[in-house]
């Protein structure tokens, strides 16, 4: 089975990742405008009516924007936990609510959608609620992490199941001290519960990387914090000093913000 990822946007404009087979699919968050969407997957010849759900992180608004569309308008289901639907419902970028679209789900309780066998994770977030995602489909295992603050060690545990890992690299932590942002806003992006950092992610992988790993996308990347070249240089630094070198043992990509990545297909 061909398993086909794409990324629509992601970072703090808005954020939507394709994960599907030639004949249907899923997508994690839809934070980008319904005909937006419509446009880039038609370009891939993927047509709206072959998403099977939309798979929600968090209830922020670079998230959930398109779901009432998706959901009440196309009847697409909406997968998220019961406390990220109160957010959905609640917020004020969602002007179709959902109803007749919702679709409860429970952490760590495995869900099976066709191929997809997938399970949400809790990472620490400052949303009413906040998952990743861990999906599996042909023996190829897929973890989302957009926006998290620390990988805790549940989110290490997923994290190292994954063939595939899309992970934040939000902000530089010196272009965040000497950015223009005001003083909480600096400190609740760097907190806990806030963001990952560039210096973390890189960390992190260095430290936990294995030989299972196969792509890395760094993702949820920061316009005003940071640049697609410098988190690029600053995980694949880090990797390299641990013996790992991107292009030989994994492959390594900064998504972009507000346009489309390449399609990758995995066979």
Known sequence: MKI?????????????????????????????AVRTIRKQLKELGIGMETLRGVFVTHDHADHIKAVGGLGEKLCISIYATRRIHEGINRSYCVS??????????EKQQPLVLEDFRIEAFEVPHDGIDNVGYFIEADGKAFAFLTDLGEITPTAAEYISKANYLILEANYDEEMLRMGPYPAYLKERIASPTGH????????????????????????????????????????????????????????????????????????
């Open 196 to 267: 990952m950092s560039n210096a973390d992610t890189a960390a992190f992988l260095a430290s936990h990387f294995t030989p299972r790993l196969r792509y890395i996308w760094l993702c949820h990347l920061s316009r005003e914090n940071n640049h697609p070249e410098l988190a690029y240089k600053t995980v694949e630094l880090k990797l390299r000093e641990r013996g790992i070198e991107v292009g030989r043992d994994v492959q390594l990509c900064a998504l972009k913000r507000t346009t489309p990545s390449d399609l990758y297909e995995f066979e």
């Open 4 to 32: 086909r990822f794409i990324s629509l946007a992601s970072g703090s404009s808005g954020n939507c990742y394709y994960l599907g087979t030639e004949t249907y699919g899923i997508l994690i968050d839809a934070g980008i």
């Open 96 to 105: 179709d609510k959902l109803h007749t679209s919702v679709r409860y789900l």
